[in-house]
């Protein structure tokens, strides 16, 4: 029994890490309604300044702090004038896919300029433990806790007692309002990207002393595990942010302690979407000034869509299927393979997240299921692919449509932070599940496709069944869009209420788009596992969900044309940028931040 | 003012020139048989970017150290030998689009890499179908060698590596262990082999916790690992999560004896972990106070380079490109004859190994050498065989 209250400590200590990441997203999610994904970023390069003040200044811990304070403060204010500034007035998932291109573009300087070696970061706190229990804490501990409370404490005191407090919140209430009424916004915004930023960033130095070690990829995980605390703590809640925290280290701790360390995420996200489904508000959320959001018209740009003529896609179709005829260059026509079965995975998404509204950030949780369903299939029931393929994606179909119904009460935001955590859920449970999936072993041997006995192991084999997919998969979301289910399923997207009172069920068309979505981006992820042969719970990461979102905003949002142009793009680019080596990514990032900044509502526009 | 600039410019450039003339001179005369013509080149596949970047970065020191020391004795066949590295982010999607560049660029002989094996089994079929060898240095996955006769590894087998590092459990003295292990297909597999051959030496596993790579806390980890009351904690880690682990434990006042598994080697693990590396056990496959010949003209090599003492991974880089180019040497420069050099050839001068042989069965090389070491006062030392008190 002692080692529960050890456990709870821990919990605790751990926590206090997660409510620092968490008051700084919370205060921006509070103010600029965005989930800033770059808040990582800047949390990481906290870190690295901290670090470079040490090394080469020597500076004592707080001089450290103050430089990296200010440094990030600064940092923030540039993020907010510079990439999020000029969006003001767009659709507000203009905003989060820029911190997306931000996050980008940040992690890899951090890599350019410090070398992706990780780094120790010595700190100057004395040596003494208090033990309580079994374990015991350290002045750091002590450190990370008090700047977590404090400032969410001066916070929570500056906004409710100041002028600029109340500018702050009159900002998050109602910009437009805000405005009339005198109210400086940009400068609000500025100076609350500066705060979250310079807490962000400290929280990086701290974090890096506390474990002695930092390295550029550490951004994501911290993104990741703030975004979880301040939901439940309450979406934009401040003080919410810390309890949120706290709440969250405690599960993984007792989690740790009810089923072994591998269960640890997977009790975070199970957490995450507990207090979606019964507390969307979080632990505040009778207080929280956060109503449902209104997602009409405003969370995707609205716009004209841009109309190819008949006989342009016509020929475009034509040329790409004629293309191995004219080019036998295997570079090209696998590249343009990965491009025909991300914008399968695109379409999915397009029609879920763009016709339906339902944005999700879990989708290549499906490839996953897809995938797995289709090499389980063949490698232990010998089935051949023409049965194989089909059945995976009815599998995908059945099983995502199923694993995301819970959230369909959800919306905005919340919909996408909770496909977000399904699709970590899905690929914790393959890691766990070894009888069934190999775990971290992973399938190896799954079989080439094969069709009625001829394996097709030819690229231009390979390269027209991944059109012929895309193309399939394409004309019969057409012909969805244009019958009276996809004008069902838009009305749906612009205005739930309205679409009820007129007699729409929204769970029966939710599940719809989900359905067709989850069938062909399970086909996808099947076809994905017999070319590769070999899957693993790393084959489809979260990264690629956020990359597919990415491609079907750069597309247009529901746009399916736009969807298939945004997966050539995007699997396009970074090939096209090879040849600048270690600096791909970093113009990658660039190019999707002047993409969101000068044509947020995508290439080909919104459907 | 121009003038001036003009003139400076002017005597810089003639004294450039001079240099390189000196220095081409000078170079002609040292190596007689200076290698010429049309490169030879090797397809590198690795992470540059993204999570494993870091790895790269390591391969490629190696690489470029054992090019240099290729060419200096007259490239492969007498020609220059080089390498061109594409970025895979250690991505399948991407690891598949690199192999079909490689396959069908006749100057790519051999390809090596990718990091992970989830990167690099998605690439096999290509490779085989292709008939191009894949050589993965860092892929201890058993099925990789699996993906057909073009598949080959040099990469130390976890069913040797495991063992031993049981076996040096039990020497120690231990009794009952607790295992941490690093949860992707190379710590799940080496966990296992351990957990066997633990048993066959007599040490019972009282635990066994499986980490994410991304993961940074492990004191709720401890606590599970303190109350299974282990002799000794077993960390299977790469260098940058063990030093998390070690430093940890240490921090939270557990006193418990840290054996790791070879893979932790580098001189980053004593920068990361601080004192708390002082008293760890662990074995390598390469230790630069070794006195083999291989081992000695590696190090110093190294660190006249680098001015920084290398780890596992400089080390297999470095055996790797020495390794092909070897083969090249013998059994010729096109794909097919260095996959069948590979089959055929014998004792090539290894750091890792000693000397490497390939068993043409599993496509892989048997028999890496290991010394048992002791980190004491921030070095990795020999261990002087005395046992850790039992208490």
Known sequence: MSSFIDYTVNGLVIGNIYALLAVGLALIFGVANLINFAHGSVYTIGAYVGWAAITFLHTPLPVTMAIVFVACALLGMAIERVALRPLQGNARIAPLLATIGLSFVLDQLVQLVCSPDPRAVPSDLPNWRVAIGGVSIGPMDFLIAAVGIVSATLLYLFLRFTKLGFAVRATAQDREAALQMGVNVNAVNSAVFAIASALGGLGGLLVGMYYNHIDPAMSFQATLKGIVAQVIGGVGNVPGAILGGALLGLTESYGIALFGTTYRNLFAFVLLIVFLLWAPNGLFGARSGISAEPLVGTFVAPSRPVRLPRWAVAGLTIAAFALPLASSSPYLLQTLTNAWLAAVLALSLTLVAGTAGQISLGQAALLAIGGYASALLALDLGLPAIVSLPAAGLITAALGTLLVFPAFRLRGHYIAIATLAIGEIVSLVILNWEGLTGGAMGLAGIPPLSFLGHDLDSNRAIYWTCLSVVMIVALLQTRLLSSHLGRTLRAVREDEIAAQSYGVSLDRYKALAFAFGGFAAGVAGAITAHLYSYLNNQTFDAQLSLLALTMVILGGMGNVLGAIVGAVVLVGLPELFRVAAEYRILIYGVVLLLLVRFRPQGLLGTV | ?391
Do not use: C
């Open chain 2, 1 to 391: 003012m121009s003038l001036l600039h003009m003139l400076r410019l002017d005597s810089l450039l003639r004294s450039a020139i001079l240099a390189t003339g000196l220095a081409a001179l000078g170079a002609t005369a040292a190596l007689a048989q200076a290698p010429s013509g049309e490169p030879v080149t090797i397809g590198v596949s690795g992470p540059l970017t993204g999570p494993n970047a870091q790895y790269g970065a390591q391969w490629k020191k190696g690489f470029d150290l054992a090019l240099d020391e290729v060419n200096a004795k007259g490239g492969v066949k007498g020609r220059p030998l080089q390498y061109v590295f594409e970025d895979s982010q250690a991505d399948p999607r991407q690891t598949v689009a690199i192999a079909q560049k490689f396959v069908s660029d006749p100057k790519i002989v051999v390809e090596v890499g990718d990091f992970s094996s989830t990167a690099s089994m998605a690439a096999s079929p290509i490779y085989q179908r292709a008939g191009l060898v894949q050589f993965g240095f860092t892929n201890s996955h058993p099925n990789f060698t699996k993906g057909g006769d073009f598949i080959w590894s040099n990469s130390v087998s976890q069913a040797d590596e495991q063992p031993r590092l049981a076996k040096y459990a039990a020497d120690l003295g231990f009794k009952k262990v607790a295992v941490l292990y690093l949860n992707t297909d190379w710590g799940r597999a080496s966990q296992k082999i351990f957990s066997q051959a633990a048993k066959e030496y007599g040490v019972d596993v009282v635990a066994s916790e499986g980490y994410q790579p991304d993961e940074e806390d492990f004191r709720s980890t401890l606590v599970r690992v303190r109350d299974a009351k282990p002799d000794a904690i077993v960390l299977i880690s790469y260098y940058a999560d063990g030093a998390l682990i070690t430093r940890q434990i240490r921090t939270v006042g557990l006193k418990t004896p840290i054996v790791a598994s070879g893979s932790i080697y580098s001189p980053k693990f004593i920068e990361l972990a601080g004192d708390a590396a002082n008293g760890v056990f662990t074995e390598t496959n390469f230790f630069p106070g070794e006195s083999r010949p291989e081992v000695q003209t590696f190090v110093s090599k190294f660190k006249a380079r680098y001015k920084e003492e290398p780890d596992d991974f400089n080390a297999v880089a470095y055996d790797t490109i020495i390794l092909l180019a070897d083969v090249m040497n013998q059994y010729g420069l096109d794909r097919k004859a260095i996959r069948d050099g590979l089959a055929h050839i014998k004792d090539v001068p290894s750091v890792i190994y000693g000397k490497a042989t390939f068993d043409p069965e599993t496509r892989r090389v048997a028999g890496a050498r290991a010394v048992y070491l002791v980190i004491k006062n921030g070095q990795f030392t020999l261990w002087d065989g005395k046992k850790p008190s039992a208490t």
